[in-house]
């Protein structure tokens, strides 16, 4: 466990300071919306700050690396849990007034988490069949491999598995350019106009805290009127994802992909990404 | 370190949670998220406060109760579960708790842990990214559309059948 004590202060404080101006920045710009035919992009604050910070990552920029050490970027990752707490905690308090909404959305909230498996459907195929992946395919398409699921991956196969490396792959494409992919993809959806707006919100929920805010703010910028059912909705089944999520990985997604791998893969396919 | 593949350091769960480390580097997150709240919705850190103030102690109820549960859900779940009761109408403090937290910005709350993020990726996030190459990226918007659209279609006809 990472504290701020044992000679740590400096590079601690010289952390938070530069979380606290690039906040500044981000919040300062605000959101900003560009509209692509009927439906919007959508760009936010948290988009701002994730690319503010890669920017100024001592991996990144060499220079920061001066201030920024090895101790203080080892206390950011221990942050970014702590600092989403206080978030998941204000997401929860927009559930209990709408209460009524929530148990009347019930079924299909719940039903709703079956549809986690879409990846399957989507990703699957496409791994398999067009990229002609190898087992790395499983690994990748199984769920959207946010930590817990990652965890499932490392314990079944290890992490230097092809499987693992395709979990991980994900991972890191998701941690890269999730929140830019789920602020942008709701919005859009919406213009369709095919989708109820209560639908695309309680979708939102896909146990990653960053993916849930860039969702759920998009979609509250281009229909703000519902914005309270929207995070209501949203922060509903996001917490479903958390109590189900791992389970459903480990009884239903892995073994349903592990066996469309063995029944559609071709037997003799090497794996594609070790080298 | 050659056979581990280390992703972002991850605070411990349950029993391994340390209270105390956690109390003091909460305090500093959402002093950022009072300035952010601050530029963001022009409600000063002053007004904003009790609010805040509100989110602080649900998250550490939160931590406590997964501390000392006898089985496993994640630290998030239990500070939602908090959050969400101590807002239902009619339980004592709740009208206070979210006329107080009506004062913060949801999104702002989430700003602070994405600027963390950004600044804790390391190299070998950074390689491995690089590593997998164009195909991974490929399948992972697969993934990422894929969770969505699905779960969408299913809430969309539910919500089509039972209106």
Known sequence: MATSRGGAIGPAIVLHLAVLAIVLVSEYIGLIRVPIGIAAVILLPILYAFALGIIFNPNVLKVTGKVLNHKATKLAGTMITIAIMPFIARFGTTVGPQIKEIIAAGPALILQEIGNLG??????????????MGREAVGASYSIDREPNLALIADK?????????????????????GTFIFAIMPPLIHGLGIFDVRALAM?????????????????????PDQKDLILALAAAS???????????G???????TEWLYRTFAPADRASTLQH | MNNEISITEAPAEGRAIDLASHAVLLVVVCAIA??????????????????????????????????????????????SLVAII??????????????????????????PALAYAGLALTQQEFTIARKSGWK???????????TYIGSVVIADLTLRITG
Do not use: H, Q
Request: include cysteine; charge should be neutral.
């Open chain 1, 203 to 223: 979708s939102c929920g896909v146990g990653s805290g960053s993916m849930l805010a860039a969702c759920t703010g998009g979609l509250a910028a281009v229909v």
């Open chain 2, 136 to 146: 991974i990226v490929v399948v992972a918007i697969c993934v990422m559309f894929g």
């Open chain 2, 86 to 111: 101590a807002t239902i109408p009619g339980v004592p403090g709740a009208a206070f708790v979210s006329e107080a937290v009506s004062k913060i910005n949801f999104l702002v709350m989430a700003t």
């Open chain 1, 250 to 256: 480990l009884f239903v997604a892995l073994p349903l």
């Open chain 1, 238 to 248: 996001n917490i479903l994802t958390y109590a189900t999520g791992l389970y459903a």
């Open chain 1, 119 to 132: 990846t399957i459907v989507v990703a699957f195929p496409v791994a398999v069949f067009l990229l002609r």
């Open chain 2, 34 to 79: 009072l300035v952010g709240n601050w530029v963001a919705t022009k409600v000063t850190p002053l007004d904003a406060l009790p609010g805040m103030a509100c989110l602080y102690v649900m998250t550490m109820v939160g931590l406590v109760i997964a501390k000392y549960m006898p089985f496993y859900l994640p630290s998030v779940a239990w500070i």
């Open chain 1, 157 to 177: 196969y290890g992490l230097n598995s092809p499987e693992g490396a395709g979990a991980m792959g994900v991972y890191a494409t998701g941690t890269l350019i």
